[in-house]
């Protein structure tokens, strides 16, 4: 039997963590998550953060040398060249990462949650795409009490990602995170025992 290996991803706010941790939780699936890859690649000492604090100046780390993250989404957020920047040190360390983990699992299926699969061109990785979607208004009114953020700030986060409905044009699978978790687990029983 092929291995199944879906790249799940969405927007940002949509509801991929709650998606990642039902199939991790009921189905006791292995979870490749590139937001913990992506924070590793820039943990202090590492050569990306160095690269960091050399582009933005000392004034981007926090007084325990780690990176200021929220400080780094006001330059990335509103700058597309900077983010496109940010991410040309990232991504390759987070493809790499999640590549050598697929290497080391044997499980039938494997869950990579990549929030920038699209855009990061690791759709590769995945035999199987799913995408998480919500209503705009679920999007931003969940990104901004999760971030504690204006209206404004979510815009220019949910603008620098691919919008939904090229992502959900190029998805095997749409899963609909806009009613209740019952709702929700109900699509991904239906689609994990396809």
Same mark, same amino acid.
């Given at each position: 039997? &092929? ?10 706010? &949509? ?24 924070? %590793? ?22 007084? %325990? ?58 759709? %590769? ?51 609909? !995170? ?14 994990? !025992?396809?």
């Amino acid at each position: 039997m &092929t291995q199944r290996i879906i790249g799940l991803t969405g927007g940002i706010a &949509t509801g991929k963590s709650s998606v990642a941790a039902y199939l991790e939780t009921r189905y006791n699936l292995p979870i490749l998550d590139a937001d913990i890859y992506a924070r %590793d690649a820039v943990k202090p000492g590492s050569m990306a953060l160095a690269k960091i604090a050399q582009r933005y100046g000392a004034e981007i780390l926090l007084a %325990d040398d780690n990176l200021d993250r929220k400080q780094l989404g006001n330059i990335i957020f509103n700058n597309e060249s900077e983010r496109a920047w940010l991410e040309g040190q990232i991504h390759p360390y987070v493809r790499e990462r999640i590549l050598s983990a697929q290497q080391q699992l044997t499980d039938p299926i494997i869950v990579m949650v990549v929030p920038l699969l699209f855009e990061a061109k690791m759709t %590769d990785l995945a035999t199987e795409i799913w995408v998480v979607v919500c209503s705009d208004e679920q999007q931003y009114q969940r990104l901004m009490q999760r971030d504690s953020i204006s209206r404004s700030q979510a815009a220019a986060r949910i603008d620098s990602q691919m919008p939904l409905s090229e992502k959900t044009n190029q998805a095997n699978l749409v899963i609909y !995170n806009e009613s209740n978790l019952t709702g929700l687990y109900g699509q991904i029983d239906r689609a994990i !025992n396809q």
